[in-house]
Structures are given as C-alpha cells and as structure tokens.
C-alpha cells in the first residue's frame, strides 16, 4: 500500500512555501483538542476530532520525530501500517515556525504558537548577552519556567482530574526543553521502541478516569540527519516507527484513542547548496552573532548595522534566501503574536532558505552540525507539514 501522494492530491509541491495554519490546522492544535474530547473545561476542540472520538476517555499522542507528511510516501515501502493510516485516516498539519524539534515540542506541550511560549528556534540567542542557547542542551539555565512561562496543556489537563503521563528517552528527564514542554505530566523513561510502547500502553490502561499519555520517539529525524531521508539507516528507522504503530493500535484499549504526529519534515541539503558563513566575509561583516539552524538562521547585528547587513546577504544568497529585518518577519505571522519579552531572541535580520540551500558555519558551530545530510527549520512544504493520525481502539 502507497502512501499520501502530496501532488497529486493537489497540495503544495514540497519545496513550495507554506504558511503555518495556527488555530485549526496546526501542531499547537493536537493537545487542546484532545483535551476537548477528555472533557477538560476550557478546552477548545480545534481540529473537530470530537465526533470521530466520541466515548473516547484515553488518548495517546505519539510525535515521531522528522516525520513529515511529505516523507510518508518514500517510507511506505518499509513502513505499510505507517502508509495505510495516513491513507485512510489521516489528514495534513503544518508545524510551527520555525520547524524545528525544539519549538514544536513546546507548541506541541502548550498549545501556543512560537511568538507566545518563546522557544523560538533550534538556538537562540539569550538577550543581553552573546550567548547563544541550544535548546537541545539546555540543562536548566535560563529557568526553564521563567524562559518559557506558558502553563502547558498538561498541567491544565491534571488539574482537571486527568491521569497525565510522559514517555520519552531516559535522558530526558529534566531537561529544560522537557520542563518546558512537558511539565505536568509524570515522566517515564523508555530507550526503544519496544519500550516506548510499552510504558505507552500501561500508562493509559493503568486508571479508570479520563487518562492522557504523550509519547516521543526520535531516531527517524536522527538518522534521517546523519545519512540523509532515504538512506539505509532512515529505512531502517522507518520499518521501526511502523513496528511502534502496529503495537500501540493492536494495544489500544476499547476506549482509547491513538493520534499519531510530527515536529516537521526533512530535506536532504547538497553539498554544492551550502553557503559557509565562516569562510565568506561579506557575511560575517556587523553580525555580531549568528544563531538559529542552517535552513534559518538568526542575525544579531552590530549597532546600526541592519540596513547593511540585510543587503549585503540578499546580494550573496540571491533566490537562495529570503532575507528580512525582525520586524519584517513577525509581520509575516510565521511565529504568531510575539510578546515584547520575546521580540529580542529572534535576530535583528531573519535569513529562511529556499529550496535546498543552507547556511552553515563550520567553525562557529560545531563541525558536526554542518556535516549533517538533512535539514529542516524553514517554511517549505517538505519541512512544514506534518501528519495527523487518528486511530480508535
């Protein structure tokens, strides 16, 4: 059985622009709506999952990492379960913006855009400073509740009586991208995929009351970075996320519910569309700081330098990318509202590539990150869309 078919059905081609379809179409959505169908008081179902849910008292969310809309089609061949829901019971989101795992999992976890919770892109720069944060590798400091100071979607859950558990990779525990995600819920660890459902299906048999489970599982988006979508080890990792699916369906209880989603998608980047920001100095003049990720980069410029440097890397990258000021940018909603404690971690000047280009910096950063074989982050239509899964038991 194939999978989706984003052409023909008439959507956007995968290195087309797309808009982030907060309010209704949206990652940000998934958790609310769930909520709605538990009946938590407030709760808002955006995505209209009642009907199709009614009598549902437990719902698992599981987000596979990297899997976009848009990659199902290549993974159907190792990956059938995978291919024959997005067939027939599944349906298109966007992500966030900037479409990166960091900012998706705390859209995911709060139920806000970007602008709102703050945690704005893969690497931000911390304001006031020069230092620039990895949300990956972020062990406490700034204060994750201070840094992102939204409640989540699962404190809001618990306090209405609902039985709220987190599964994800051991190491996570604590972190701040997971306080600031996931606070809320009770953390178990699990390593595999055996493991993750596991703790998945225990978790939301375990209660008798309204019960929420949110699982993570990583390694598609991992080795689609380091060999690329579509290589050996990505088809490996796809065939594993299919094993995941069939035995948290076959598992369901009668009353459960399994949504099945995404942070973003992925796009194997050439070697001949990297443009070095080290190496060219055209580029590194008035950027004081250069943060984000390689598909969208953040620039925080010297004082007075934004004219120039806007125009200076509109000259180098051309059609490669789309260069614009802060202000610029939050205009274009991509990050929804942002609140003025937030406006500063975004750069002075916003560089979102176009089709397979990328801008590394392969001595600011760490050689690794400008090694890797796929990227995401920016607005096309391979990164940006997402699936939503929606399986009864």
């Not at 907060?22 to 009642?50: C, F, I, Q, R, T």
């Amino acid at each position: 059985m194939t999978g989706p078919s984003p052409a023909s059905a008439g959507r956007p081609g995968p290195l087309d622009p797309v808009a982030p379809r907060y309010g209704g179409g949206n990652l940000a959505d998934v958790l609310p709506s769930a909520l709605a169908v538990l009946g938590v008081p407030g709760a808002v179902d955006l995505l209209g999952l009642g009907p199709q849910l009614a009598g549902v008292r437990r719902i698992a969310v599981l987000l596979v990492d990297g899997l976009g809309w848009y990659q199902i089609p290549t993974a159907a061949p190792y990956a059938p379960t995978l291919a024959g829901l997005a067939a027939t019971v599944g349906t298109p989101l966007t992500s966030g913006f900037p479409s990166t795992t960091p900012t998706s999992l705390v859209s995911l976890g709060t139920g806000v855009a970007s602008g709102a919770h703050g945690v704005l892109g893969f690497k931000v720069r911390v304001p006031d400073t020069d230092r620039v944060l990895s949300h990956i590798e972020w062990a406490g400091d700034p204060d994750p509740l201070a840094w992102q100071p939204v409640p989540t979607q699962y404190e809001r859950a618990r306090a209405a009586g609902v039985a709220v558990t987190v599964v994800s990779r051991p190491e996570y525990g604590g972190s701040g991208l997971t306080l600031a995600a996931n606070r809320g819920g009770d953390y178990r660890g699990a390593s595999e995929v055996d493991g993750l459902a596991r703790q998945m299906l225990t978790a939301l048999a375990a209660g008798a009351g309204p019960t929420l489970v949110s699982g993570y599982h990583p390694d598609l988006d991992r080795h689609g970075h380091l060999t690329g979508v579509d290589s050996a080890p990505w088809r490996l990792a796809a065939a594993d996320v299919d094993r995941l699916l069939v035995r948290l369906v076959d598992g369901l209880p009668p009353d459960a519910a399994l949504l099945v989603t995404a942070d973003h998608g992925q796009l194997n980047v050439p070697q001949g569309r990297r443009v070095d920001f080290d190496t060219d100095p055209r580029l590194r003049a008035g950027v004081r700081v250069i943060a984000g990720e390689p598909r969208v980069r953040y620039l925080h410029v010297e004082p007075g330098a934004v004219a120039d440097v806007t125009t200076a890397w509109s000259a180098v990258l051309g059609d490669a990318a789309r260069v614009t000021t802060r202000d610029e940018a939050v205009a274009t909603g991509w990050f929804g509202p942002v609140p003025e404690e937030h406006l500063r971690r975004i750069g002075d000047v916003v560089v979102v590539c176009r089709d397979t280009w990328a801008v590394v910096a392969t001595r600011s950063e760490k050689p690794m990150e400008s090694r890797l074989v796929a990227y995401h982050g920016a607005d096309t239509a391979a990164e940006m869309t997402i699936p939503l899964l929606v399986v009864r038991g």
